[in-house]
């Protein structure tokens, strides 16, 4: 069974610093997706990551991913306020060279706080 | 921009109540997912939906669940007698090949 970790689960932050959030997970896969979640809203999609050494950056935000370590990073630039929400990384095992069915696993997220 | 859309946005019901859950993928998207999210918990898949048949279903996906594609727009996620335990936020999602999904604002079910 296919298991997606993150730490920390829970972040409280600084406004201005930077930190670092991992996802492991443990069976091979070369997708990843990075989802953001404010309280009562849906999952809005960050990045898709989809090969080994793969590294996206959106304004404050950077993943990157290491397919042979099982680990993917999300790491965060001068955190500002509204960065604040819970961040899930999801792994999706079943891309078989050209077909997928998405079967997404999710990480158990990791609320961000960022506070002045 | 063209998103994922879900109805009703809260529903209540009683345990043993059959329900419907209602999602408009975006129009050309190919495949089409139901997730759940149990309060506080992490986001869990339950079904995938590709070419007008079921792709990949989870063990939570027993045979009190059903998905249904009836006109070209709808896809719906039925329960045919819901338990407390049912009681979650139920995610529509849609992709067009089978990768970055993009999700609907969810419905919230509560079982009573």
């Known amino acids: 069974e296919l298991k997606v970790e993150q730490n920390p689960l829970f972040l409280s932050m600084q406004e201005g610093k930077n930190y670092t959030i991992y996802c492991n997970y443990s069976?091979?896969?070369?997708?990843l997706y990075w989802y953001r979640q404010d309280p009562g809203k849906s999952l809005e999609s960050l990045f898709v990551?989809?090969?080994?050494?793969a590294v996206k950056q959106e304004g404050r935000l950077m993943a990157s991913l290491d397919t042979k370590a099982r680990l993917s990073t999300l790491h965060i630039t001068a955190a500002v306020h509204d960065l604040s929400a819970t961040y899930f990384c999801?792994?999706?095992?079943?891309?078989?060279?050209?077909?997928?069915?998405?079967?997404?696993?999710f990480g158990q997220g990791t609320i961000l706080t960022v506070h002045p | 921009e063209p998103e994922v859309t879900q109805t009703p946005s809260h529903q209540v019901t009683q345990m043993g109540q059959e329900v419907i859950l209602r999602c408009v993928p975006i129009?050309?998207?190919?495949?089409f997912y139901w997730y759940r999210q149990i309060l506080g918990q992490k986001v869990e898949f339950l079904v995938s939906?590709?070419?007008?048949?079921?792709?990949?279903k989870s063990e939570i996906f027993d045979d009190q669940f059903s998905v249904e594609r009836p006109d070209g727009s709808n896809f719906t996620l039925k329960i045919r007698s819901t338990k407390l335990e049912d009681s979650a936020m139920y995610f529509c999602?849609?992709?067009?090949?089978?990768?970055?999904?993009?999700f609907g604002p969810g419905t919230r079910l509560t079982v009573l």
């Open positions: 999602a849609s992709s067009v090949y089978g990768n970055e999904q993009f």
């Open positions: 069976t091979t896969s070369d997708r």
């Open positions: 990551l989809l090969s080994n050494g």
């Open positions: 999801a792994v999706d095992p079943t891309w078989a060279g050209g077909t997928s069915y998405g079967k997404l696993t």
């Open positions: 129009s050309n998207h190919l495949y």
């Open positions: 939906f590709y070419n007008n048949e079921i792709s990949e």
